[in-house]
Every structure is written in structure tokens, then in C-alpha cells.
T-cell receptor, first 113, second 112 residues
């Protein structure tokens, strides 16, 4: 019963490098989201998707790209990493509907030097 | 836009003390409200939820009541344990049911 799987768990990047954070869920959930968690800021929504082929921007989308080619996968791409993107990133999925629970991955701790 | 405001932490309590963590929200329409908990090194997990005014969510001894008149969803527990030490997040699901908006989180530290 895997749930939401994020890889990698830890990553160090140099400024200007690009990388993709992977997120996969095996619960056939329609909705998937990416958040970043920073001290004193809580969780801020980066991008979200309401189904395959449909994505939208959240609160802090700049510097990040997403795509949703399948229901299962929702990768987050950092185009040119900056120190301000040092954070813990969480992927979440949930079924469609008003009262549904969101399931979170274990997080990716990213450091940009 | 929709937003959630939580009390600043950390909240430091002795075991068996009473816990209250305040949460207020701003939203259009009738959002659903949630409390999530994050234990060290883990992702968030749902603690409880309420979907309409005057609903009370409860789980593991924690309770919260959806108060539309005060736009609040305060978390309470009558007797905390050391194992309750974690970060607690209040959240709302907006009217379109697409975006889950979180507060800044409140760290709870319970000592024996």
C-alpha cells in the first residue's frame, strides 16, 4: 500500500542547475498538488492538478513547472535552481470532492547552494 | 483570497495538560475545514475535519468545532501526551474544492 511516493528524499543542487522532483500515487486520485514548507510560512501551494492534462498555478509558482500526463504521476521541475528554493517539498493527492482527505508524501528536502 | 491564521508556537505543555490551538479563516462561500498533524521527519496526515457550520470533528481525543459566526476552528484536547508532540496545521478547502490552503502550523511540545 504505497500511497504517495516522492523521490528523492534529499537533494543538494548548485545555483542554476535544473532537476525534477518525482511524485507518484497509486490510489487513482484525481487531484494532486505540490507544496513547499518553509519555517514560519507553513505550506504554500506551488502548482496543482485536477486531472491528467490539467494543471494550474498556486500561490508561489515562479521558477517551477509541472505536467500531468498520467493520473499517477505529477513531477515538479525546477528550471534554474536558486537559493530561495531551498525548502522541503511535499506532494499530496486526494480524490475529487468536498470532504476528501489529502494524502501526503514523506517530502523532499532540497538545498540549493 | 482564502486564508488561514493560526496561533504562533511553540506551545509547551506538561503531560495531561489541556490544549487549545487557535485557528481562524477567511473564505468566500462555505469551505470545509481540516486539522492535519506532522510528526518529525514525516509528511502531513489528517487528524480531523468538519464540512459545515456547527459540525464537530474528533479523533484520538482531539476535537474542533466549525464556528461560522466567528470563522474559527480551534483544536482542543483535554489531556495531552508526550506522543502528541508534533506540528499541527489548520487548513481549508476552498469552495471550488480544488485548493487546500494551510495555516503556518503550530508546534506542540509536551514534556513528561
Amino acid at each position: 500500500n504505497a500511497g504517495v511516493t516522492q523521490t528523492p528524499k534529499f537533494q543538494v543542487l548548485k545555483t542554476g542547475q535544473s532537476m525534477t522532483l518525482q511524485c507518484a500515487q497509486d490510489m487513482n486520485h484525481e487531484y494532486m498538488s505540490w507544496y513547499r514548507q518553509d519555517p514560519g510560512m507553513g505550506l504554500r501551494l506551488i502548482h496543482y492538478s485536477v486531472g491528467a492534462g490539467i494543471t494550474d498555478q498556486g500561490e508561489v509558482p515562479n521558477g517551477y513547472n509541472v505536467s500531468r500526463s498520467t493520473t499517477e504521476d505529477f513531477p515538479l521541475r525546477l528550471l534554474s535552481a536558486a537559493p530561495s528554493q531551498t525548502s522541503v517539498y511535499f506532494c499530496a493527492s486526494r480524490p475529487q470532492g468536498k470532504n476528501t482527505e489529502a494524502f501526503f508524501g514523506q517530502g523532499t528536502r532540497l538545498t540549493v547552494v | 483570497g482564502d486564508s488561514v491564521t493560526q496561533m504562533e508556537g511553540p506551545v509547551t505543555l506538561s503531560e495531561e495538560a489541556f490544549l487549545t490551538i487557535n485557528c481562524t479563516y477567511t473564505a468566500t462561500g462555505y469551505p470545509s475545514l481540516f486539522w492535519y498533524v506532522q510528526y518529525p521527519g514525516e509528511g502531513l496526515q489528517l487528524l480531523l475535519k468538519a464540512t459545515k457550520a456547527d459540525d464537530k470533528g474528533s479523533n484520538k481525543g482531539f476535537e474542533a468545532t466549525y464556528r461560522k459566526e466567528t470563522t474559527s476552528f480551534h483544536l482542543e484536547k483535554g489531556s495531552v501526551q508526550v506522543s502528541d508532540s508534533a506540528v499541527y496545521f489548520c487548513a481549508l478547502l476552498n469552495t471550488g474544492f480544488q485548493k487546500l490552503v494551510f495555516g503556518t502550523g503550530t508546534r506542540l511540545l509536551v514534556s513528561p
